[in-house]
């Protein structure tokens, strides 16, 4: 057996206020083929503006963070190894499964970017275009279900200027969502019959991730963050972004009575989320080809553990929603499953699994 050149591959989360690098080490047990262990776990914040939006704003600074991760910790050595895969943002990007009147044996990368044009909100020229057959031997063959994920050129190019400046080799850039449902979607179940959505409620954007029929469907952006409520409730009971913060940690979707207004502000807000969940909901059953029954809403970021917040969509939604175990696909078992950090690490995860398998996932 060939050693693995790309062993100690890790994952890297690029997001506007924070960088997480998760590495995995794969082990093989007799009988049971492989498994995943987690051997560092890092995260580090990012003074605001440094990335906005998603794009790099201050490259010198953000570089500067990503080094500050790789060298050797007080629990940790330093990573030496260059090999990484990470994200792209998901503002900034464009995901969705598209179906092509062709057999598979018969599609092209002309036929794809053709395709792929009528669906993009970028012009097909200023945009680098990724694409995967996917679909099942029981399925129909005159038609190909693909994959497609798109990015502005000028933003792929700059993440790849960041890595490369501190020494670092990309195996890959890619798209957040795919990460978040690589680590949040169990490995290797048979999920017939049904769908899953994940909800992705974050510090400067949310998103809806339809996963069916072994892969992504599409994904959605929500106006939704944690942002955006803590600027709600600055308005609403004229207090400071910092108490904002305090409020909404302590007290979830529950009443506090030193701020009277603080729930009513708070059940409005979940009310328009819960809208805009299951407005994406209805989009996916009645626009969409042959979907199975969403039986599950995941959710996952920094907002989704926040008190009674899924009891409420689930009762709203009459669908069940939980929170999901970004480390359920590896094989830890210190690692608590309840672990509200998990819900932060997600798309981390997710990127080191790829780094980690990265022979078989390419």
């Known amino acids: 057996m060939l050693k693995n050149p790309f062993d100690g591959a890790f994952g890297l989360n690029i997001g506007d206020s924070s960088i997480k690098l998760v590495q995995l080490a794969k082990k093989r047990r007799l009988g049971h083929g492989h498994y995943f262990l987690a051997k560092e776990i890092r995260t580090t914040e990012l003074p605001v503006g440094c990335i906005a939006n998603g794009e790099i704003q201050q490259p010198e600074v953000v570089a500067g963070k990503i080094k500050q991760l790789l060298a050797k910790q007080k629990n940790g050595k330093a990573i030496k190894n260059p090999w990484v895969v990470a994200s792209l943002p998901v503002t900034k990007t464009f995901l969705k499964l598209i179906n092509i009147e062709s057999p598979p044996e018969e599609v ?21 275009l990724d694409w995967q057959i996917v679909g099942t031997d029981t399925e129909p063959r005159a038609n190909t279900r693909v994959l497609i994920g798109a990015a502005p050129k000028n933003i792929v190019e700059s ?8 020494d670092l ?3 890959a850039l890619e798209i957040e969502d795919l990460s978040i449902a690589r680590a949040l979607i169990t490995a290797h179940k048979n999920y017939q019959g049904e769908a899953r959505a994940i909800l992705d409620l974050g510090g400067s954007r949310s998103s809806m991730i339809i996963y069916d029929k072994g892969s992504i469907q599409f994904s959605s952006m929500i ?3 944690s942002n955006l409520v803590d600027t709600i409730l600055m308005q609403k009971l004229n207090i400071s972004r910092e108490k904002a913060e ?3 940690i302590k007290n979830g979707l529950a009443y506090d009575s030193d701020f009277p207004l603080y729930l009513k502000t708070m059940m409005e807000i979940a009310d328009k989320l819960t809208e805009n969940v299951y407005q994406i909901l209805l989009f996916y059953r009645d626009h969409f080809n042959s979907p199975n029954p969403i039986t599950r809403v995941t959710m996952t970021g920094g907002l989704a553990s926040m008190t009674n917040l899924s009891d409420m969509l689930a009762e709203k939604l009459k669908t069940e929603t939980a929170l ?14 309840e672990d509200k950090n998990g819900l932060l690490m997600a798309p981390a995860i997710g990127l080191a699994l790829r780094a980690a398998d990265w022979i078989n996932t390419r």
Request: charged fraction near 25%; charge should be negative; proline fraction near 4%.
């Open 159 to 166: 993440y790849f200027a960041l890595l490369s400046g501190v």
């Open 223 to 225: 106006n939704f963050s």
């Open 324 to 337: 999901g175990h970004a480390w359920k696909n590896l094989f830890n078992d210190e690692m608590d499953q």
């Open 169 to 171: 080799q990309p195996l």
């Open 246 to 248: 305090e409020l909404k």
């Open 108 to 128: 092209t990368e002309e036929i794809v970017k053709f395709e792929a044009a009528k669906h993009l909100p970028f012009n097909i020229s200023d945009v680098y």
